[in-house]
Each structure stands twice: as structure tokens, then as C-alpha cells.
């Protein structure tokens, strides 16, 4: 059972305030830039998030309900900020693994303590290469 939305709101005013500045340099956390379906407005959402499969799979603690993920899914990607990078990323892909495999190891573990077991899968977005006789 994912974390109540009580926990989700609190970090929302309090935790990603600390923690947001710091979470696209951190190993295990992101930021993910998506933009709102109905406002338009670009929002920035901090996540737990891993490399995985040539892509990024993003751990979902409260639950795949969340109005970010509805907004990454509806426009088909996002941009994510880690490790000191920003990737573009596509194809995203809701599932559940109760054995959490797509997260490295003392990962797992936190997620079986924390009890959560959905995930969003996302690809890099390939390189646009310019096709012959393209200018540079």
C-alpha cells in the first residue's frame, strides 16, 4: 500500500522545499518538469528515481493516482533533472512489481518498508541526428 496522501501532502509544503533544491544532484532523486494538462503551467515535482533498462524507472511512494504522473502520461513524457543532467524523456509506462526488481538493491529494501510497488518507466528520448545533406 503506497504512502497516504497526508504524507504526500506535507513534503509537498514542507520536505520538497528542503529538498527540492538538492534532489537533481543527489544519487536516488530527480526532478521531474511536466507541464499541467489543464493549467499549461510547468511544474516541478521531486522524485525517487532510477536508471533502468535504457531509461529511468521513477519510484511512485504515494501511488500512480498522482496528478504529475497523470500530466507526464497525457503529453507522452518530461524532462528530468538528475545527477546534474537534464534528459528528455518518453514512452511512459505505468506498472507493478511487488518485488521491486527495477530498483537496485538497498532500494528494495526501502521500498518493502515503505510498502509501495508501483513505478513509471520512461525512455530517453534518442538524438535527433540531421539527415544527410541537412545544414549543420
Not at 503506497?2 to 504524507?7: K, N
Not at 520536505?15 to 516541478?44: M, W
Not at 533502468?52 to 511512485?60: F, M, P, T
Amino acid at each position: 500500500m503506497p504512502l497516504p496522501r497526508s504524507v504526500a501532502r506535507f513534503n509537498r509544503y514542507f520536505t520538497n522545499r528542503i529538498l527540492g533544491p538538492l534532489a537533481p544532484y543527489l544519487p536516488g532523486f530527480g526532478v521531474v518538469v511536466h507541464c499541467g494538462r489543464k493549467t499549461q503551467r510547468q511544474y516541478q515535482t521531486p522524485v525517487n528515481v532510477f536508471r533502468h533498462d535504457g531509461g529511468y524507472v521513477i519510484a511512485l511512494t504515494y501511488g500512480p493516482q498522482s496528478d504529475w504522473i497523470r500530466n507526464v502520461i497525457a503529453a507522452g513524457g518530461c524532462t528530468l533533472k538528475t545527477r546534474g543532467h537534464t534528459v528528455r524523456l518518453t514512452q511512459p509506462r505505468l506498472f507493478h512489481d511487488e518485488r521491486r526488481r527495477a530498483l537496485p538493491p538497498p532500494a528494495r529494501l526501502i521500498g518493502a518498508l515503505a510498502d509501495f510497488s508501483d513505478f513509471l518507466q520512461l525512455q530517453l528520448q534518442p538524438e535527433l541526428q540531421p539527415a544527410p545533406g541537412d545544414m549543420v
